[in-house]
């Protein structure tokens, strides 16, 4: 019959792991303190573009509240009145985008 013992598996001893980070800290600070270098960041006018959108969207109002407010009104005076025929309508073309995409 063979042996089917787990045996672990030796990874490197907290001292080489020791060692392997204070060497890439050296490295890291010989970086930092090469001379010529600096901590100067430049962002590409796409990413400047990106970031001025994220912050008109921000902005942007999403629902119109005032909206709402004055259908809910309507509704409860009586005076909102349901089209069926532009329902049907905006229901098939929403149906006809769906089926579009699929395809």
């Known amino acids: 019959m ?7 598996v030796s990874g490197p001893s907290k001292t080489e792991r020791q060692s392997r980070v204070g060497s890439k800290r050296s ?3 010989a970086e930092s303190a090469a001379p010529g270098t ?3 960041v430049e962002l590409t006018p ?3 573009g990106l970031m001025a959108m994220v ?9 119109d509240t005032a909206r ?3 259908i809910k009104e309507a509704i409860r005076e009586g005076r909102f009145k349901v089209n069926p025929e532009a329902v049907a309508d905006r229901l098939i073309a929403t149906v006809q985008e769906l089926m579009d995409k699929k395809n």
């Open 55 to 63: 912050s008109n969207l921000n902005d942007t109002q999403v629902v």
């Open 68 to 70: 709402i407010e004055a």
């Open 2 to 8: 063979a042996d089917i013992t787990i045996k672990p």
């Open 46 to 48: 796409l990413s400047t």
């Open 27 to 29: 490295a890291k600070t």
């Open 38 to 40: 600096s901590d100067n």
